[in-house]
């Protein structure tokens, strides 16, 4: 009985001289014949196999599964950079093949793995692999810092911007504003100043008929990753870090894009999801019995009330508590100031308070892992002191990313009543947002039947 073989494919990064998985199988085919080998099964994957390559090679995990069920005599690849390109994945192979018998064959010749001579030349051929992989990404990083130092765009075009070329080499020589994309850039930053959620902005765009650079519809995460990506504002991001000015133009001023970024972890910390509808007091309504979050609700004759949500303390009428927090609204919004009230950046006076009480329960914490590193604490005991302390953390820091958030709308020296009447819910929520830190709703007067203003207390946060 002739062995059984499977062949083992993969795509070839090598530009000069490699061989496309058709051609390795071709080649591994031929082997097969001259030897007399059973052709069980061809595998391919597309992904690299060095330990630099993102993602995983499904091809290779069956590969790996099927060596020890008896069924294979001998592993047939093109070379061994094909299998891989890591000396501890040789390794892994190497042992495997061994424990159960099977031999490996690349370049016209077959091993034997139990073999000392044959395990020291295939572990030297992986050894090179290996090498030459980490050259290979040297070579690519190089290239990549170097572009990135000298603000040259990376990757494929972003949309925005249209690519010139040298007319005759074809090589790229960098990027201009597209001249169409990069006004609906614009609009969309100045949509999401102007107080309009990334899934408002997305539908309007799908409803103007406008596409991706790939021609597909707008979703949220393409919005909202339009709105935190700095090239922009012509900024040069390299491995997830800014490293310097772009060499193309700015679609976006610098500050505009900050003012996004400061509004976008704002808006993140707040949790305002997005909903059909948005409601007025979504993320400052209170609770003044417990301290709970107010959320709208509408009971089976459809009136709609606000309520608290963690002990179901108070309750208000939507529509009037609404228009009384709306009318309170106009009123600052008529006053002098409103303008540096609505777009300042300044931190609210709390964010340092809890900044710094952030920082000393993560001293807290660390102290602890430090006794426990020392054999002074328990496992038990340090897990009670994390399971106090980082919620505490984590409630500090959400504090601490509270700032102000800006808000570009145009507030009218007359008739801010009228006008305030012709924003969108999405609108005023968020100028709501940007004026209240809470609107705490008192547990009504026992018998009370009327809404009472005096129960509804305001807290400014600027």
């Known amino acids: 009985m002739g062995s059984r073989a499977l062949i083992y494919t993969r795509v070839s990064e090598d530009r000069s001289g490699g061989r496309s998985p058709k051609e390795q199988e071709a080649e591994a085919r031929q082997v097969c014949e001259r030897q007399g080998w059973e052709v069980l099964e061809v595998v391919t994957d597309s992904v690299g196999a060095s330990r630099h390559s993102k993602g995983s090679r499904p091809g290779w995990a069956r590969v790996l599964t099927m060596l020890p069920t008896g069924e294979v005599d001998v592993i047939v690849t093109w070379e061994a950079s094909r299998a891989q390109r890591d000396l501890a994945a040789y390794a892994s192979l190497r042992d495997l093949c061994a424990r159960h018998g099977v031999r490996w064959s690349y370049k016209g010749r077959t091993y034997d793995l139990a073999s000392s001579g044959d395990r020291f030349t295939t572990g030297l051929d992986g050894l090179l692999a290996e090498r ?85 519809q707008w979703a949220d995460t393409q919005v909202r990753r339009m709105l935190s990506n700095p090239a922009y504002a012509a900024r040069r991001v390299h491995r997830g870090e800014v490293v310097g000015d772009a060499a193309w133009p700015a679609l976006v001023p610098v500050d505009t894009f900050d003012r996004v970024q400061v509004r976008l972890a704002a808006v993140a910390t707040r949790g305002t999801r997005q909903t059909g509808t948005a409601r007025l007091l979504t993320g400052v309504g209170r609770c003044g019995k417990c301290g709970g979050r107010l959320h709208a609700l509408h009971d089976r004759r459809g009136r709609k009330f606000y309520e608290c949500r963690d002990g179901y303390c108070v309750a208000r009428d939507l529509a009037k508590l609404d ?140």
């Open 132 to 216: 030459e992989s980490d050259e290979i990404s040297d070579r690519v990083r190089r290239a990549m810092r170097a572009s990135a130092a000298q603000g040259r765009p990376p990757g494929r075009r972003l949309y925005g911007y249209e690519r010139t070329y040298d007319a005759t080499t074809g090589r790229l020589l960098g990027q201009e504003a597209h001249p169409h994309e990069a006004s609906v850039v614009r609009s969309v930053f100045a949509s999401y100043l102007g107080g309009k959620g990334v899934r408002t902005i997305a539908r309007e765009l799908n409803d103007a008929g406008e596409t991706t650079g790939t021609g597909a």
């Open 323 to 462: 228009a009384f927090v709306g009318s309170v609204v106009v009123a600052r919004l008529s006053l002098p100031d409103v303008t540096e009230a609505l777009h300042g950046t300044e931190p609210d006076a709390g964010i340092e308070e809890a900044r710094t009480k952030g920082q000393a329960l993560q001293a807290q914490l660390d102290d602890a892992v430090d006794q426990f590193t020392a054999g002074n604490l328990t496992a038990s005991t340090l897990a009670k002191v994390e399971a106090q302390l980082l919620p505490r953390i984590a409630e500090a820091e959400q504090e601490a990313r509270r700032a102000l958030v800006p808000i570009e709308v145009d507030v009218p020296t007359a008739d801010v009543a009228g006008w305030w009447e012709t924003l969108t819910g999405e609108v005023r929520r968020e100028v709501v947002a940007v004026l209240l830190s809470a609107v705490v709703i008192l547990p009504a007067k026992r018998g009370s039947r009327t809404f009472d203003p005096a129960s509804v207390v305001i807290e400014w946060r600027r």
